[in-house]
């Protein structure tokens, strides 16, 4: 029982390259969110989804999208990176409940 | 501009000493939530408050939900170096969490 699983745990892209963050979860849950913590700022939410098929946007969406095809992943895009997007990165899911579940996070940098 | 304001940002004590971390918003929340996050890993919650006025307690930490569910208080009794950890208080309006930006404990052994 995994829980909630991020890859890659690193990335170093250069200005301009694209690359998909994989977040999967085995524990059922149907909402799932992607957040960037930044020195300072706490966690902040880029996406997120109610349930398989479904996106909205959050407080800091531009420059990313995001997929739910499946209701176990929760794909978060950067089509051309900018070095603003260093951070890391952290998936969450929820139940009916308020708890939310964190993966370990991606550490990206852009150069 | 963070919609909940934690206080303060960084907090370094001695073991045995007590500590508040203090999180405070202009708006009302469903409920508020503590996280504890180590470095490298993602947060864990350790409480969740829903109602105006309600006291939690967790082994030597106390958990505190204002009257009009706008702010909020976590106290830590006698800390140990344990404690340690960046602590996140994250408010609860439909399906989002906002969080604050963070208070980071350091308890010296």
């Known amino acids: 029982n995994a829980g909630v699983t991020q890859t890659p745990k690193f990335r170093v892209l250069k200005t301009g390259q694209s690359m998909t963050l994989l977040c999967a979860q085995d524990?059922?849950?149907?909402?799932m969110y992607w957040y960037r913590q930044d020195p300072g700022m706490g966690l902040r939410l880029i996406h997120y989804?109610?349930?398989?098929?479904?996106?909205a946007k959050g407080e800091v969406p531009d420059g990313y999208n995001v997929s739910r095809l499946k209701k176990q992943n929760f794909l978060l895009g950067l089509e051309s990176a900018a070095p603003s997007q260093t951070s890391v990165y952290f998936c969450?899911?929820?139940?009916?409940?308020?708890?939310?579940?964190f993966g370990p996070g991606t550490r990206l940098t852009v150069l | 501009t963070q919609l909940l304001e934690q206080s303060p940002q960084f907090l370094s004590i001695q073991e045995g000493e007590n500590l508040t971390v203090y999180c405070n918003s202009s708006?009302?929340?469903?409920?508020l939530q503590w996280y504890r996050q180590e470095p490298g890993e993602g947060p864990v919650l350790l409480v969740t408050?829903?109602?105006?006025?309600e006291v939690k307690k967790l082994k030597r930490l106390t958990f505190q939900f204002g009257d009009a569910r706008k702010d909020s208080s976590l106290h830590i009794t006698a800390a140990q170096p344990g404690d340690t950890g960046l602590y996140l208080c994250?408010?609860?309006?439909?399906?989002?969490?906002?969080f604050g930006a963070g208070t980071t404990v350091t308890v010296r052994a």
């Open positions: 524990m059922n849950h149907e909402y």
């Open positions: 989804s109610v349930g398989e098929g479904t996106t």
């Open positions: 994250a408010g609860k309006r439909d399906y989002k969490l906002s």
């Open positions: 969450a899911t929820r139940t009916f409940g308020d708890e939310q579940f």
């Open positions: 408050v829903v109602t105006g006025g």
């Open positions: 708006s009302v929340f469903s409920s």
